[in-house]
């Protein structure tokens, strides 16, 4: 028989349906076992009575938490349930596999009269076991709600005719500023990992194709070891043509990201409350927008926060935790793009405008950077200064070319999906990803 979903057979009260998955629970008593089993849509009771199945007494005793079986049985509905108020009474049971003792505890297990708390195993413990921990409510809530970010995403941009395009992630050159960028060997040379699928978006402008995005890794050689940074995370990345200014690049941006949770709170809103505690909020739109030097002037008279002068080019980690509380108290928002950074702390591709202020912004989400974006200079004489200005004009000189022989203006930004799924649902990155790679963190 076809196996169904746990969901659909939840539905399918006094038929009899195959259902197929995980022990997520096991509770034996003298006279009866309870099964819960557990599929990516759903936890269903299996009921057995013993005495009415002698023939699984071996079979049950050897059956664990977390071992993969089949069951074929009727659909019952039974109030006494919690689960629903449906059960399952098996006619069929086999084990296709069996689970050994747990290296892991997913999470606390209480005490009881016999045995001593468990506590729950670091986040690094529960990484090493890691398709262990994603069996877990909350984790598999976390990439279906990750699924439909990208792919509302996706579709916001499809309707707005932008082309998906895949660039490679072996590259020549350094993509970013030169720092923080994996050398590879490549055969008899030395390759990089891409940092940013930047310089080929801008050449898909130069080709005509007027509006591209990507999602795909982005590597990053940082020794950072806090909640955000990861050496290895999933960018989305678009970059758009004909732009009047960089408000343009901001607008798309503020459209995209409210129509990607106005979906995600319609999908998911309220599995994310439950689980996570969260709620989803959708924006409005236009977002808030402040420059960087009346942000520090505003959070040292409204908190006394005082940034080292030579830091106020960029935003500090500090001010950009205050700079949620402002954003709140302020404008009612939780979003706030920030612009006016110093030429020293951005890179060179950034336009500049006749003060030489670059003419980019970092958009600020619940205190976290998730974006920085940007119209970029596409004129090349400008674009070669300004990398000659910050000693790149060697390595980028592939770059360059891309800008000789015709190039619309254009703008473009890039998200990271981890940071975003970190903050929709308030864990941290090593939690928001499928696996976490860092400084010391190459396994599994
Ligand atoms: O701010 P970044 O470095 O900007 C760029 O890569 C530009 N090429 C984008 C552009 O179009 N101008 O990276 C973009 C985003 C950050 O805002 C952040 O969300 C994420 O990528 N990100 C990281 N996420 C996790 N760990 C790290 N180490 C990250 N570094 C950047
Ligand atoms: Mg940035």
Redesign the pocket.
């Known amino acids: 028989m076809e196996r169904v979903y746990v969901a659909d057979a939840l539905k399918k009260t006094g038929e009899t349906v195959t259902v197929r998955g995980f022990v997520d629970n096991l509770r034996d008593s003298k006279y009866m076992t309870f099964i819960v089993l557990k599929d990516i849509t759903g936890k269903v009771q299996i009921t057995i009575e013993k005495e009415k199945h002698p023939e699984w007494e071996e079979l049950l005793a050897g059956l664990t938490g977390d071992s993969v079986i089949s069951v074929v049985g009727e659909v019952n509905a039974n109030d006494y349930v919690k689960m629903g108020g449906v059960e399952i009474l098996p006619s069929e049971i086999s084990v296709d596999s069996v689970a050994e003792a747990l290296p892991i505890a997913r999470k606390a297990i209480p005490a009881t009269k016999k045995k001593k708390e468990v506590e729950r195993s670091s986040i690094d413990q529960r990484i090493d076991y890691r398709w262990i921990d994603l069996r877990t409510d909350e984790n598999q809530l976390m990439f279906k709600v990750q699924t439909v970010m990208v792919n509302a995403m996706r579709k916001f941009l499809l309707d707005r005719n932008f082309i998906e395009i895949h660039t490679p992630k072996l590259i020549g050159a350094a993509s970013?500023s030169g720092a923080d960028v994996f050398a590879v060997e490549y055969f008899d040379r030395q390759a990089y990992l891409a940092?940013?699928p930047?310089f080929y978006?801008q050449m898909a402008m130069a080709a005509g194709f007027e509006r591209i995005f990507e999602t795909g890794p982005?590597f990053?050689a940082?020794k950072?070891y806090t909640n955000?940074?990861?050496?290895e995370?999933t960018?989305f990345?678009l970059?758009f043509s004909y732009i009047n200014s960089v408000k343009d690049v901001m607008k798309m941006e503020e459209e995209l990201l409210t129509d990607m949770l106005r979906e995600v709170k319609e999908a998911y809103g309220e599995q994310i409350k439950e689980l996570f505690g969260k709620e989803v909020i959708v924006p409005t739109t236009p977002f808030p927008v402040i420059d960087l030097q009346d942000l520090y002037a505003a959070l040292e008279k409204e908190y006394g926060y005082v940034a080292p002068e030579e830091e106020k080019g960029d935003l500090t980690t500090e001010a950009e935790q205050l700079s949620f509380r402002y954003a709140q108290e302020k404008f009612g928002h939780e979003f706030l793009f920030v612009t006016g950074y110093s030429v020293d702390k951005r890179?060179f591709y950034h336009m500049r405008d006749e003060q030489g202020m670059p003419q980019?912004y970092?958009l600020i989400w619940r205190g976290v950077?998730?974006?920085?974006?940007?119209q970029r200079e596409h004129r090349y004489e400008i674009l070669k200064k300004q990398a000659q200005e910050k000693g790149l004009d060697q390595d980028v000189q592939f770059y360059l070319e891309f800008f000789r022989y015709g190039c619309p203006p254009h703008g473009?930004?890039?998200?990271?999906v981890?940071?975003m799924t970190m903050l929709l649902l308030d864990v941290s990155?090593k939690e928001a990803m499928f696996l976490f790679r860092g400084p010391n963190r190459l396994t599994p």
């Open positions: 970013e940092q940013s930047q978006k982005v990053r940082e950072s955000r940074h990861t050496t995370f960018g990345d970059e890179p980019g970092d950077e998730i974006t920085t974006g940007a473009g930004f890039g998200l990271g981890d940071r990155i």
